[in-house]
């Protein structure tokens, strides 16, 4: 009976054990997927501020670890809650140039499929065009996955004026800090030299004196050693 039990309760721990690792391999699939799913993204800043009048460009691009096939892709703005639509295509393989249809008089397609590109100009900015713009993109090679990207615009009377001064200070001392680094060691170089030279002439002074001390003491080689020409 207690062997039995335990054959039991290894078995169930096996079982558990399958589970868990299909667990995991699932889990790593849905990461690899996701990895190789279709991206769309419009720039780490994903706002901006134009004046009245002005033209914007309302940046946009995508990315696939998988390749693309028949991307549907489209812009629209969110007007009071309702999403407007203001360009829509179908890129039909990777590097081939879509034809766009424009529903916008003030939008202007820019993007390109070699550079996957999806941007689009907005000319003569009116208050009425603030708010989110949603870049949209669809890949079929993905059974048919959404996925978008919001940018951002503000526009104003008069673009703010930026205060630098901070920045100034800033570039001010630390160009400071670097030129006097540069200026201590060019001093100790100098200094360094100097030395070097004081210590090669001290060197060639012991010398000097030493074959001196050497002369007045009568050493061989010295005038000591000199004898007095014999005379005839």
Known sequence: MELQDRRSFL????????????GLVVTLLIGV???????????????????NGSSVLLPCT???????????????????????????AIIPAEGVEPNVKIYHERVEFVGSSKQNN????LHNV????????????RNP???????????ILYVVDELKEVDNTLTLIIVS???????LLILIMVVKAVVLAI?????????????????????????PGSKGDSKPTPKA
Do not use: P
Not at 34 to 45: C, F, I, P, R, S
Not at 118 to 121: E, F, G, K, M, N
């Open 11 to 22: 078995h169930r721990c096996a079982r558990s054990g399958d589970v868990v690792h299909a």
């Open 118 to 121: 999806i941007s689009i100009l």
């Open 33 to 51: 997927w996701y990895a190789q799913a279709l991206e769309v993204n419009t720039g780490k800043v994903n706002f901006i501020e134009v004046m």
């Open 173 to 179: 001392v630390l160009g400071g800090v670097i030129g």
């Open 141 to 151: 090679k993905e059974k048919e996955r959404n996925h978008s990207a919001v940018f």
């Open 126 to 137: 009116t208050f009425e065009d603030q708010g989110e713009y949603i870049c949209f993109a």
């Open 195 to 219: 030395l070097n030279k004081v210590q090669e002439k001290n060197k060639e002074c012991l010398v000097s004196s030493s074959g001196n001390d050497n002369t007045e003491n009568g050493l």
């Open 62 to 88: 995508y990315a696939s670890c998988i390749g693309i096939k028949n991307l549907y892709f489209n812009w629209q703005f969110k007007d009071n809650g309702t999403l407007v639509k203001l360009c829509e």
